[in-house]
């Protein structure tokens, strides 16, 4: 690799250390990663702009190094790769404060490759990629098959919330495609990471990572809520992106493709009682304070319930 690496872009790395298909590696003291990136073409350009114009500003996120042909991407035996010049390289993982730093990168991009504000249309066609999925694995993975239709149902019932709201007053923020509370630094500030959305989505994906974990989430949440100024809109997305069970879907897709044993999923599913309260309390909050659309089953739990 560091025959490759001085190729295509003139460099001479000192000690590469190999991580999977990540090659990490030192200039003096400067910090490189070489990794792969399968995001479109178009997302790459956006991506590229938006991580210069970011260090314009002071926000130090990682740089993407243009190789020898001015090009961002370099094809290594087939697989697109991309040059990383680091500039946070604290492994530390990240925290509320960092998030709450992050949603506050105001983002205004009408037609941004990046963006993925339009969760009504992409969770329709995330169900429709699923079900999909479920009707051809057969009996391969008969703990997904019994538990797939009780979070379609979830989704469902997120999808028909987002319908009863009106989105149009939300707050663009530089985002991530998923958060999870053992995301370090060094993620947090890696641009082939980054999407543009509600901001709201990136604490949502935390606080859920975080209750999966085992924590309490509920005071948190209600203090995110009162503590950092949001809108209408903003809570009403917030509860909409709570309700959307990315913790069931993420293991569901790794499971899938045999990176995970199914036996993962029985985490979730033993939990869902517990998050269903928690959706209870939210809810019952958030009417005290805004106009919120009416959702009878989870105004009516009362008592932990058994998927």
């Known amino acids: 690799m560091k025959n490759t690496i001085n190729y295509f872009y003139n460099l001479e790395p000192d000690n590469i250390h190999q991580q999977d298909k990540n090659f990490k590696f ?3 003291n400067k910090k490189y990663i070489f990794l792969p990136c399968y995001r479109t073409e ?23 190094v243009l190789n020898n042909n001015s090009l ?7 697989i697109p790769y991309i040059l990383l010049f680091i500039y946070i390289t604290d492994s530390r993982n990240i925290t509320y404060d960092d998030l709450i730093w992050f949603s ?15 969760w009504l249309y992409l969770w329709i066609e995330k169900i429709d990629f699923f079900e999909y999925q479920v009707s051809q694995f057969g009996k391969t993975f008969p703990l997904l098959r019994e538990s797939f239709s009780y979070f379609v149902g ?19 923020s530089l985002s991530h495609g998923r958060i999870k509370k053992d995301d370090t630094l060094f993620d947090l500030y890696n641009p082939l990471n980054f999407i543009i959305d509600s901001k709201t989505r990136d604490i949502c994906e935390y606080f859920k990572s975080r209750f999966f974990d085992g924590d309490n989430i509920t005071y948190d949440v209600i203090d995110y809520i009162t503590s950092n100024n949001l809108n209408e809109t903003d809570c009403l997305l917030l509860y909409a992106r709570m309700l959307f069970p990315t913790f069931y879907f993420d293991v569901f897709e790794l499971i899938v493709h ?13 939990k869902i009682s517990d998050y269903e309260l928690f959706l ?28």
């Open 154 to 172: 979830m989704t469902e019932t997120g999808i028909s919330f987002l319908k009863n709201i009106n989105t149009n007053n939300k707050s663009l």
């Open 72 to 78: 961002k991407v370099t094809l290594i035996n087939n």
């Open 26 to 28: 030192n200039i003096g």
């Open 280 to 307: 209870n309390k939210l809810y019952t909050y958030l009417k005290q304070v805004i106009s919120i659309p009416n959702i009878e089953w989870i105004s009516k739990i009362q008592t932990t319930q058994h998927l």
């Open 104 to 118: 506050n990168i105001s983002m205004n991009a009408s037609e941004n490759s990046l963006r993925r504000d339009k």
């Open 258 to 270: 045999n990176q995970l044993s199914e036996k993962e999923i029985l985490k979730i599913i033993h």
């Open 42 to 64: 178009k997302e790459i350009n956006d991506l590229y702009s938006l991580s210069t114009s970011l260090l314009s500003q002071g926000i130090y996120c990682h740089q993407i």
